[in-house]
């Protein structure tokens, strides 16, 4: 594919960066052929420009699909280079929280620096079984794939764990141990599995150190042998070291420490056994404090010395060893301080000062002598040919001897424990096969590198060459599988270098040469190096700058070696006489570390026997006075070296490569630098760059076609899958060199992929945008029609509102036009009228003026001395005014210029804001108060005009009267003019009047204010009055809801609290029980491992000829032991019991007596307070009924009046009854006693009215009877009706009635008959009417049965459409079957009823047969014996007697074994459970205790129980995985269960009993014991149903919840990587959701015949569904392509279905549904919105079942399958992790599948009568005889 292809506009590429390695950019323009310069777009938005080199036109590599970013394996990238692996890692590392990815065959393990929640015992069990990819990557599931490859390929295996020190190796390696540990188990009771475990802590405080780059870092290499049996059970261990860092006893860098066991034993100083140590802070030794940080954060090396302590007894090094070790630790911290001071004359000797204390206390713990000791630290001795000379030696040379001392001795005694680890982890079984852990150091270089690293570096050129050589084979056999044409592939062979370093004349052997010579030193050694190697071999150089170092070409990296301390580290030199004195030591265990070779066996050596493959010394020996002991350590290592590389290959190697993500230890910090420095040098680049050579992503053909079926055209597609692939890859690409098509697997190039994903994208996006055009197209559309229809709705109804209008307006103006004709005739005639009015007005006023202008004649001459009066003081006025006015001129003047200097003054005040406050709030009151003024005045003027329009009203009455007055005095004028004084005086009477009118008007105001006055107040009052009633009201009402809230909140609160006491003893009671439960589950355990026990003794017996035999009666499964306090037990028991004790005395130390008897006294504790708990319950159960039963009687008191006259009224029946009878006697007596037989012949007319007399009497009989009958059933049904209903009158009612009956007469007992009569006809209808509902009750259900069967066929015959034409075969005949079983089962009902009907016939005609016989008796009597011997005898059929059962079957003591064999352990349940009715041996069994009860036969009964428990554990121990058998026997269990608190003889349990199944209550024995026991074995019976159930469902739930798509082409497939599923073994068909259904089905139908009770069966579909919720919700936490939204979708369609199925079975109350609820929510997790934070709280408030860890694991996890989806972004997560932290719930991320709900057996009595069961003869039961 040209390159012009895929760098086009907005491709994205990597570019190098010098802070992150690598930075993404994105192209802004298309690349061209011949373009030197590529234009880009960083991810800050920074344009850059990339130069293209001209020579190798080499672009810069591109960037994977966001779609693949955060793969589990790294071979699932489509570009496979450097930048694309760092880039993921980074992404699942940082954002996702994922420290472990798959980069082909290599584990990447990133550390965390964080503890992790990933590594409990629940993670183990779900990666245990699990193919290595389908689940994510784990150490755990490169644990489980080597020990399922050494299972099925018979093959040794190896995991090699490598890394730089702090990277995770040791903890990589624990895990790995442990999980082994976990899953296998251990071959023998020594718990081998916890001493394996057990040497990490010993090892790791031996041998680990804190450095600068780990805490815990191992200074060691180790190689740990895990062994197997034949069943891959660990039998033992075996532990190789390699080069123990020796120079860390003596010296530490800066910041780092010693070993851990030092600091271990300095703190634990204060311990009383480590007084004699004479130990002090490990500040105070020399070699504990030269890295001066002697102290670890969070690290208690007290409390890590009390474990390794533990761990050392575990391993069986006992007290005296653990303190001959510490005596040996101590005194190398007390060598350390030994001062050896020069001597000051002669610079080549020194000495130690005298009663050096810590040179005596070093003596004093090993044991050696003080003087010998001194002596030779500070000489030597020489030896030549023929004499010794002790020579002293120089001060830095004594000093180097000590260090030389104390490494030898600690390298001595990590050794010995080595060795005797070794030793305690033996086999004592023959190995069959073993899994070897390499936990070795990684590739290392350090400013100065010196021996160690030169070792450590070989090493890993070793390994790195067998695991390029193990990837090149593996790519190699996939080919040739494949059938792919093989072209080699060129990758970095590192031999030359393993030359360099081993081979002849290499730096080894002239390093060990240059050792042997007398006068070799570094510098010469070096020169060597130089004259042969230098420019001879490409991988050796020389530094430019030192004649004392060399460089290494290794395939990580370049590495300058120094050459000082290389010959010294390689001698590994001590002095022989030093070794001597210590040899001589009183310490035993430093005597033992110093033997001789031939007495000493290597510390690896300590392999068995019957191992493989033998284990030779990877460690130094120890130091011998031969010639041999100088062999150096770069030879030992290079020969252990050699002996691991031939293990590994022997092996099949698993790789794990641990990657330190920065330097500062920083929790989830990514440094991009040192990670790649890692990867290039642990090998993983260069397994990419194998896989990128060759054709890196494979799919499988039905993969392809269901991912790329979106570029396929519908006449592209075939029936062959294979076919249409290869058609459409031709198409899509053109280079055929790209792609390779093997037999299951298409092989494509790097990139190409990502180019099909391109493709897919685009093709993807067309298709949405298309999608979304016609939406988008159909919503305009629609919203345009909408807009449409409601314009011309508008305007509909806006024209008709424009009509009316119009209308109203024309009618408007008809009016208008009428009005005005009206209104202008009523002006024009009101004008006419004023006109008029006004004209006699002005007549009026004419004439007045006329006559008062005479009058005014009259009075002016009176009136001008008056006005010259006036006149004259006016003109006095005047002046005085006018001087007045002068006067207060001048005051304004002179007030006015004060006034303006005021103003100025007021101005500048008016200037400040206090002085605008003061004023407006002035102006505020003054404004308020000229408001009330404005009103008050406003009131006045109103009531001044009112007071106006009276007095003008007055004023013209008066004014008429004086009208008239004044015409008649007109008339009069000659008698006025006569009589003017009495117009004078008249005038003053007016005057009078009118000021007593004035005086009358201002008392009427006068009294209207006060009116007024009194009104407001009142009104006032009133409104006060209304306020506070108001408020008392509100109070009132307050105090009401506020006594009604208190009332509510003290019953809701009591409720609460009494709910809250009820669960919480229900959840007491479940933890009692499912505790009682597991003690049940562990006493079981440990009785089968006292069965196994007891039969390998029985074969011990039979092979040991003197052993003496034990009879088979007395198996541990009998119950003698156990059960023995049941019944009343013979003497001799105990006797019995005592001497078969004594017959076993390794039997009786095998089994662990004491741990027997506490299970055994727990279990009674456990007991006694589930029988408390349950008597509580019962109490309160008993109260309630008690009190309910109060209430009914109270009711029946009140009903007693009307019943004890319906009683009367009986008794008056009953009593004519009676004398009818006895009126039959009589004509019966009177029948016999006639004298003459004739009189009384049948043919005689007396005895014909005698007959018809009886007949009558007969009749009448019948008919009292009935009415007796009758009445009888209406007092039964009043009173249920009371009872229920209380549908009759009121009892006071009838109470009254029965009073008014007994003080009033026949009057009121005539109306209380009518009353009767009444409710009599009442009750009788209401009778009718209830058979009517029931019969019309019964209608509906067959009508609703029938439609649910049509409905139940529709149903299977669409599912039978779906199926294929096998599946569909297979599901018609399981349907054809189970419709034949129930019609079966319902001809067997009908067949039973007819059975009890015919018996009942047979009965009453027995009885009618009796009284013919009787009669015909009678009638011989009477006859005549001429009339015998005339007629002729008629036969007569004598049937025989039908014997009436009790229920019981009696049998022979002998036949109890015949009948638990035929019964049990040979009955087949399907024939049972099929033929016969359900429970049926139940039956059997209980009617054979029920007969042994009735003889009163203790020792029968037991022995009979006692068979029947062992027997039913038989055959569920030889039948354990037999689904069909354990439902069998649990039902039959519980059914026997039942039965014996059936007919127990309690009350409790008598209730639901008819009278004869009373009868056959047991008489003698009390079996409440027995019945605990019983109930115990359903428990253990449920218990292995369930298990049973887990292992069927198990395989399925995966495939068929999660990985089965059942809504096809919802979730695509994304491109997987070399791990696929089903890497380990090979495909077995997959399982579907059908799948699982058809099993539920088989299950529920299976329980449905055996007959097991209804509430037992929604207990075990709960327990189900739990398996199914929790199997998938792990699955889902743990495997991140199966967290999508896809996916979510169809886990919630998988959970419908599931609920449907409950919905079908009618079992949606068995809470089973409530155990798929976090399963429901995590689907729903995956497809809800995840971006703000109303998002993030929508999710905190749904997510209630889920716990915190296992809501931010699915976020971490979810993975966009298509790019239109959106990654969960990291701050939305911790927002999330915010919300929740207040939530207080479990840290543990996984469900616990392995729980068990506590199992209930609720009592549920049988209605089938003992006495009519039949034994068939198919069951050979025929030796039982019914009783």
């Given amino acids: 594919m040209a390159a012009s292809e895929l760098f086009t506009k907005f491709a994205r590429v990597w570019i190098p960066d010098s802070v992150d390695v690598w930075k993404s950019a994105e192209l802004l323009k298309d690349y061209k052929p011949g373009d030197t310069v590529l234009h880009l777009k960083s991810e800050d938005d920074q344009e850059t420009q990339y130069r293209i080199d001209p020579k190798t036109q080499e672009l810069p590599p591109l960037r994977n699909p966001d779609i693949l970013v955060g793969e589990n394996d790294l071979t699932a990238l489509s570009y496979l280079h450097e930048p694309a692996v760092l880039h993921n890692l980074k992404v699942r590392f940082m954002d996702s929280k994922l420290i472990y990815t798959y980069c082909g065959i290599v584990l990447v393990a990133i550390n965390p620096y964080e503890q992790l929640p990933i590594y409990g015992e629940d993670i183990i069990n779900a990666y245990s079984g699990q193919n290595m990819g389908d689940m994510d990557p784990h150490i755990f599931a490169v644990a489980e794939e080597a020990y399922k490859q050494m299972a099925r390929d018979e093959r040794n295996q190896s995991i090699i764990v490598s890394g730089e020190s702090g990277a995770g190796k040791t903890v990589s390696a624990k895990y790995a141990m442990r999980y082994f540990a976990t899953v296998s188990g251990s071959a023998s009771e020594a718990n081998v599995e916890e001493k394996v475990l057990a040497s990490n802590p010993i090892m790791e405080s031996i041998g680990n150190a804190k450095t600068t780059r780990n805490d815990n870092s191992s200074r060691f290499g180790k190689y740990i042998e895990i062994g197997f049996d034949k069943k891959y059970r660990i039998t033992g261990a075996n532990m190789r070291t390699y080069l123990l860092e020796k120079s860390r006893v003596v010296f530490q860098a800066e910041d780092e420490r010693n070993y851990h066991i030092l600091y271990q034993l300095c703190a634990s100083k204060h311990l009383p056994e480590f007084k004699e140590l004479r130990l002090s802070h490990a500040q105070n030794f020399n070699y504990t404090n030269l890295g001066g940080s002697p102290v670890i954060e969070g690290i208690d090396d007290a409390k890590e010395m009390m474990n390794t302590r533990q761990a050392c007894t575990l391993l069986g090094i006992n007290e005296s060893y653990q303190m001959g070790i510490f005596h040996i630790l101590a005194a190398i911290l007390h060598l350390g301080n030994v001062t050896i001071k020069a001597n000051d004359r002669d610079a080549e000797n020194c000495f130690i000062p005298p009663n050096m204390e810590h040179l005596i206390i070093f003596c004093d713990l090993l044991g050696v002598d003080y003087e010998q000791m001194a002596h030779w630290l500070c000489h030597r001795k020489i030896i030549t040919g023929s004499e010794t000379y002790i020579k002293p030696m120089p001060k830095f040379q004594a000093l180097n001897a000590r260090d030389a001392l104390a490494k030898h001795i600690y390298a001595s005694l990590f050794n010995w424990i080595v060795h005797h680890v070794n030793r305690a ?37 070793k390994l790195q060459q067998q695991f390029n050589m193990h990837v090149f084979k593996l790519e190699q056999e996939e080919y040739m599988k494949e059938q792919i044409p093989w072209t080699l592939i060129d990758f970095y062979d590192n031999q030359p270098c393993i030359n360099l370093i081993e081979a002849k004349l290499g730096i080894l052997d002239l390093l060990d040469e240059e050792c042997k010579m007398p006068k070799g030193s570094d510098d010469t050694w070096a020169q060597k190096l130089y004259n042969t190697h230098l420019n001879k071999s490409a991988l050796f150089h020389k530094p430019r700058m030192s004649n004392r170092a060399f460089i290494i070409q290794h395939f990580a990296d370049q590495v300058e070696y120094q050459c000082e301390g290389f010959l010294e580290k390689n001698k590994d030199t001590v002095y022989e006489e030093q070794i001597t004195v210590l040899k001589a030591s009183k310490l035993s265990l430093l005597a033992e570390l110093f033997q001789e070779e031939k007495q000493v066996s290597s510390p690896t050596e300590g392999r068995p026997p019957v191992a493989r493959a033998t284990v030779k010394s990877a460690k130094p020996r120890a130091l011998q006075p031969s010639k041999e002991h100088k062999k150096s350590v770069g030879h030992q290592f290079r020969n252990s070296l050699h002996l691991l590389m031939e293990t590994l290959n022997a092996t099949t190697p698993h790789y794990v490569r641990c990657i330190k993500p920065n330097d500062d230890k920083f929790a989830f910090t990514f440094d991009p630098k040192r990670a790649v420095q890692q990867l290039r040098a642990c090998g993983v680049l260069e397994t990419i760059r194998i896989s990128a050579a060759g054709f890196p992503s494979r799919w499988t053909y039905q993969e392809f076609f269901n991912r790329y079926r979106v570029l396929m055209k519908q006449k592209d597609v075939l029936s062959d899958k294979k076919l249409t692939c290869k058609n459409v890859l031709e198409k899509l690409i053109k280079d055929q060199d790209k792609y390779q098509f093997g037999k299951t697997k298409i092989f494509f190039r790097a990139g190409q992929v990502a180019y099909l994903e391109k493709l897919r994208a685009d093709k993807l996006r067309v298709a949405c945008i298309r999608i979304q055009k016609t939406i988008r197209s159909w919503l305009q559309r629609k919203k345009y029609l909408r807009m449409r229809s409601a314009a011309i709705t508008i305007q509909r ?81 005047r002046k005085y005014s006018r001087t007045h006015h002068a006067i207060v001129y001048l005051q304004c003047c002179y007030r006015r210029m004060m006034a303006k200097r005021e103003l100025k003054k007021l101005k500048i005040e008016a200037r400040s804001v206090e002085h605008y406050k003061t004023l407006n709030i002035g102006m505020e009151n003054k404004i308020v108060q000229l408001q009330c003024k404005v009103n008050d005045q406003t009131k006045e003027m109103k009531s001044l005009l009112e007071k106006l329009v009276s007095l003008e009203t007055t004023y013209t009455n008066e004014t008429e009267k004086l009208r008239a007055e004044v015409d008649r005095l007109r008339i009069n004028e000659g008698s006025i003019k006569l009589s003017s004084n009495k117009i004078t005086c008249l005038m003053e009477e007016i005057a009078i009047l009118r000021k007593e009118l004035e005086e009358t008007q201002a008392q009427k105001k006068r009294l209207e204010e006060s009116a007024d006055k009194y009104k407001e107040e009142t009104d006032l009052v009133v409104f006060q009055l209304k306020e506070q009633n108001a408020l008392l009201k509100n109070e009132k009402e307050d105090l009401n809801r506020r006594i009604q809230e208190q009332a509510k909140e003290i019953t809701e609160s009591m409720e609460r609290k009494n709910e809250e006491e009820t669960k919480q003893l229900q959840i007491d009671l479940n933890d009692e ?78 089994l662990d007596m004491s741990l027997f008897l506490k299970l055994q006294k727990r279990v009674t504790e456990l007991e006694q307070e589930k029988q408390a708990l349950q008597e509580e319950l019962d109490g309160k159960e008993e109260q309630a009924l008690r009190s309910k039963k109060e209430a009914e009687e109270q009711q029946l008191k009140a009903r007693g009046a009307e019943l004890e006259y319906e009683s009367l009224k009986r008794q008056e029946l009953e009593s004519e009854n009676k004398k009818l009878k ?10 016999t006693d006639k004298g003459t037989p004739q009189a009384t012949a049948p043919g005689s007319p007396a005895y014909k009215v005698l007959l018809d007399h009886l007949n009558a009497a007969t009749e009448e009989l019948e008919v009292r009877k009935e009415e007796v009958l009758i009445l009888r059933s209406q007092l039964v049904s009043q009173k249920e009706a009371m009872a229920c209903k209380e549908t009759m009158t009121e009892p006071m009612v009838l109470l009254e009635d029965v009073r008014k009956m007994k003080d009033q007469g026949e009057i009121t007992q005539a109306f209380l008959g009518l009353k009767e009569t009444n409710r009599l006809l009442e009750s009788q209808l209401q009778g009718q009417k209830k058979v009517y509902e029931n019969e019309l009750e019964i209608l509906r259900g067959e009508v609703q049965n029938l439609k649910e069967e049509i409905n139940r066929q529709q149903q299977l015959l669409a599912q039978n459409l779906q199926l294929p034409p096998e599946a569909r075969i297979e599901a018609s005949l399981q349907h054809e079957i189970t419709r034949l079983t129930n019609e079966n089962l319902d001809l067997m009902e009908q067949l039973e009823k007819q059975d009890k ?58 036949d109890e074994l015949k009948l638990i064999k035929n019964l049990i352990l040979e009955l087949k349940p399907r024939g049972v459970a099929v033929n016969l009715i359900p429970g049926l041996p139940a039956y059997i069994l209980f009617m054979c205790v029920r007969h042994a009860d009735y003889i009163n036969d203790d020792q029968r009964v037991r022995s009979l129980l006692t068979s029947t428990i062992n027997g039913i554990k038989k055959i569920l121990k030889k039948r354990s995985d037999d689904f069909e058998i354990v439902s069998f026997w649990l039902s039959n269990t519980c059914r026997f269960l039942h039965c014996l608190k059936q007919y127990s003889g309690e009350e409790a349990f008598m209730k639901h009993n008819t009278p004869r199944q009373n009868d056959h209550c047991l008489r003698n024995f009390d079996l409440a014991e027995y019945r605990q026991v019983i109930s115990d074995l359903a428990i253990q019976i449920y218990q292995q149903l369930t298990k049973v159930m887990e292992n069927v469902l198990q395989p399925m739930i995966v495939s068929g919840m999660l990985e089965h798509e059942t809504i096809q082409g919802v979730s695509g497939l994304k491109p997987t990587g070399l791990r696929k599923r089903t890497s380990s073994v090979a495909d077995e068909g997959t399982y579907t959701l059908d799948s699982i259904v058809r099993q539920l089905n088989n299950f529920h139908s299976t329980m449905c015949q055996h007959g097991m009770d209804p509430e037992l069966i929604k207990q075990i579909v709960k327990q189900m569904f739990y398996i199914i919720g929790s199997v998938t919700l792990n699955n889902l936490l743990l495997r991140k392509d199966m967290c999508s939204w896809s996916k979510g979708m169809q886990i919630r369609y998988n959970v419908s279905q599931l609920e449907e199925w409950l919905r079908d079975k009618n079992l949606q109350t068995s809470g089973a549904k409530e155990t798929l609820e976090p399963l429901i929510q995590a689907a729903q997790l995956l497809q809800v919105k995840k971006k703000t934070d109303e998002d993030a709280e929508a999710i905190c408030s749904m997510c209630s079942a889920l716990t915190t860890a296992q809501i931010v694991k699915v976020l971490n996890l979810y993975t966009p399958v298509n790019e239109f989806e959106e990654r969960v972004t990291a701050s939305f997560i911790r927002t999330i992790q915010v919300r929740l932290q207040n939530r207080k719930d479990s840290p543990q991320l996984l469900m616990d599948a392995k729980h068990i709900f506590p199992v209930t057996f609720p009592f549920n009595p049988s209605s089938l009568a003992l006495e009519s069961i039949q034994i068939p003869s198919s069951m050979n039961l025929g030796f039982l005889l019914r009783v």
Avoid at 436 to 457: H, K
Avoid at 800 to 827: H, P
Avoid at 1421 to 1448: C, H, W, Y
């Fill in 797 to 877: 109804y806006v024209r008709g509102y424009q009509a009316r209008c119009y209308a109203q307006f024309l009618r408007r103006t008809r009016a208008a036009v009428l009005i005005q004709k009206y209104q202008r005739m009523y002006a024009a005639r009101q004008k006419f009228l004023r006109i008029r009015s006004a004209t006699i007005v002005i007549q009026s006023f004419v004439r007045g003026f006329r006559g008062r202008q005479q009058y005014k004649a009259i009075l002016r001459e009176q009136k001008a001395i008056i006005l010259q009066k006036h006149l004259r003081g006016w003109i006095a006025r």
């Fill in 1397 to 1454: 009907t015919v018996r009942k016939l047979k009965k009453q005609l027995k009885v009618f047969a009796k009284k013919i016989g009787e009669l015909e008796v009678g009638q011989t009597e009477n006859v005549s014996p001429a009339q015998l011997t005339d007629e002729p005898i008629r036969p007569v059929n004598i049937p025989r007697k039908e014997k009436d059962f009790q229920g019981m079957l009696e049998y022979k003591k002998d």
């Fill in 425 to 461: 982890l033996r086999a004592s079984v023959k190995q069959h096969s073993f899994i070897g852990v390499l936990d070795i150091y990684g590739f290392e270089t350090f400013e100065i590198n010196s021996f160690e690293q030169f070792c450590i570096n070989y090493a890993n050129e």
């Fill in 1222 to 1231: 006895n009126e039959l006697n009589e004509l019966h007596r009177a029948l």
């Fill in 1073 to 1150: 029980r499912s505790r009682y439960q597991s003690l049940l589950n562990e006493f079981c355990r440990l009785e089968e491992r006292y069965d196994n026990l007891k039969e390998e003794m029985s074969l011990v017996s039979i092979t040991k000829p003197g052993h003496r035999r034990t009879d088979s009666t007395h198996s541990s499964n009998e119950s003698e032991y156990t059960y023995n306090s049941l019944l009343s037990s013979e003497p001799g028991e105990s006797e019995d019991v005592t001497r078969r004790t004594e017959e076993f005395p390794e039997q009786k130390g095998a």
